[in-house]
């Protein structure tokens, strides 16, 4: 006597976990995204800071700015290139959503790829979607 | 200093520089991040089954299960119906403990003898809580890592992150089960070399995976919270690997092909190594069988077919001179 049955069982739910991404996407091409810049961004040509620094480094940017406009009041970024910005995500013209004024084209095209979920817009009112 | 471990240390160095060299120095993208993870998801997989198919050859041994518990017994004796099961309904339920809570490392003591010579056992739960607190969070890393790889990412692995970053520490966000992964790993090796018991017994193949997932834990931490690497690239490297498109991004850092390799040399080692504990904890007889050969004959499945010639057959045969010679038969003529 031996197990064989259920051990084949057994396999056959282990091949067909470990190989769950593979079925899982059959048959679908993926396009990767690619955020769209607005009129105004396109214009501008440059961020705050270097577009490669941006996008590694965006969030922390934004987790330092935070920290410094709320605990000491400080809105002004003095940038890598020299210049001087306005701290602020999303009021007025002078503030990151100014310029990058579509959320979904821009912030969530990379964000929902990767699975990202920010919790920028539990606090932040976001900028209303054009439909 | 034991060379028990620094062959490993070595050994795993040497995988890390492989993969940096490769990628920085010789541009072997196309090798490292296609051609070797396909390779050891084959082997992996592959290797997995083999191994377990060989080991369904064996014929199940008579039963000799661990008891932890009252065997079951006279009506009046109360029965231990989960550590001493007796029916595959008991069986499930101390496997299920077993496997998902590892009851039987919760059962481990420590042996001393005190200066009096005296033999004493004590309390040892560390074992229990970090080998817990290790596979747990690898499992929820393992199970987190799905997000490179589907696409779109279902529901409920954005829910998991939102329960594993739900410090908001940081941005990127810490992910509690990445912590504890490293933590708990570098516990278990720690273990092996402090305390001398244990680290007379522990061979080169028993730190070799331990410093490979250190190594897998520290490179993708490195990645996501301080040498950050392109993640949309990422993910488009690991989705034409999961739609069998295979592209190679532009731009992406020689640490995410060094993670890619460790983990792919973790995948296509585990056939071949102690790492197969976890095909073979459901296979383990001591705990997968029911302690009820009091109530049912086991068989020997080896036993070579033996021509029997029963009383009644004999019988048969001879009754008519039995009954001559005056004999007593149990069948009349």
């Not at chain 1, 940038?79 to 084209?105: A, R």
């Not at chain 2, 940096?20 to 993870?37: D, H, R």
């Not at chain 2, 392109?230 to 850092?253: R, S, W």
Request: net charge positive.
């Amino acid at each position: 006597m031996n197990d064989k049955n259920k051990i084949v069982a057994g396999l056959i739910i282990f091949a067909a976990i470990a190989t769950f991404p593979f079925w899982y996407n059959m048959g679908k091409a993926v396009p990767v995204p690619e955020p769209k810049l607005s009129e105004k961004a396109k214009a501008a040509k440059v961020c705050v800071e270097p577009k490669e620094f941006m996008k590694s480094e965006h969030m922390q940017v934004l987790d330092v700015w935070r920290d410094v406009v709320v605990r000491n009041a400080d809105r002004v970024y003095l940038s890598s290139s020299g210049k001087e910005y306005n701290m602020s995500l999303s009021s007025g013209e002078e503030s990151c959503m100014g310029c990058h004024s579509d959320k979904v084209e821009f912030c969530d095209k990379c964000h929902n790829y990767a699975s990202v979920d920010p919790y920028c817009w539990d606090c932040h009112i976001a900028p209303k979607e054009k439909k | 200093m034991s060379t028990k471990y620094m062959y490993s240390l070595i050994a795993v160095i040497v995988l890390v520089l492989l993969a940096y060299v490769g990628v920085e120095a010789a541009g072997l993208q196309i090798f490292f991040g296609v051609v070797i993870p396909y390779l050891a998801i084959i082997t992996f997989v592959g290797g997995f089954i083999y191994r377990v198919m060989e080991w369904s050859r064996s014929p199940v041994p008579f039963r000799i299960p661990t008891t932890c518990g009252q065997q079951k017994s006279l009506p009046w004796i109360k029965h231990d119906k989960v550590d001493n099961p007796f029916t595959a309904v008991g069986v499930v339920i101390r496997m299920f403990l077993e496997i998902l809570f590892f009851r039987s490392l919760f059962r481990n003591t420590k042996c001393e003898l005190s200066e009096g010579g005296k033999i004493s056992y004590r309390w040892e739960k560390w074992l229990w809580l970090f080998s817990l607190a290790f596979h747990w969070s690898f499992l929820v890393v393992l199970i987190r890592h799905l997000r490179f790889f589907l696409e779109p990412v279902p529901a409920s692995l954005q829910f998991l992150e939102k329960i594993d970053g739900f410090v908001q520490v940081g941005l990127p966000g810490l992910f509690l089960s990445g912590a504890v992964l490293l933590v708990a790993a570098v516990f278990l090796f720690l273990r092996r070399v402090y305390i001398p018991q244990v680290r007379y017994i522990s061979l080169a193949a028993d730190f070799f995976p331990l410093f490979l997932i250190i190594s897998v834990a520290l490179s993708g931490i490195l990645m996501r919270y301080f040498a950050k690497v392109d993640i949309v690239g990422a993910k488009e490297l690991t989705m034409g690997l999961a739609t069998f498109h295979p592209t190679i991004p532009e731009g992406i850092g020689g640490i995410f092909y060094v993670h890619v390799f460790l983990v792919s040399v973790l995948l296509a080692y585990f056939p071949f190594s102690k790492l197969m504990h976890l095909g073979g904890v459901f296979l383990s007889p001591t705990r997968n069988l029911p302690n009820n050969t009091r109530a049912y004959r086991h068989i020997n499945p080896w036993n070579p077919p033996v021509k029997v010639h029963t009383y009644q057959e004999y019988e048969d045969d001879f009754r008519e001179r039995m009954i001559e010679a005056g004999l007593p038969v149990e069948k009349e003529l």
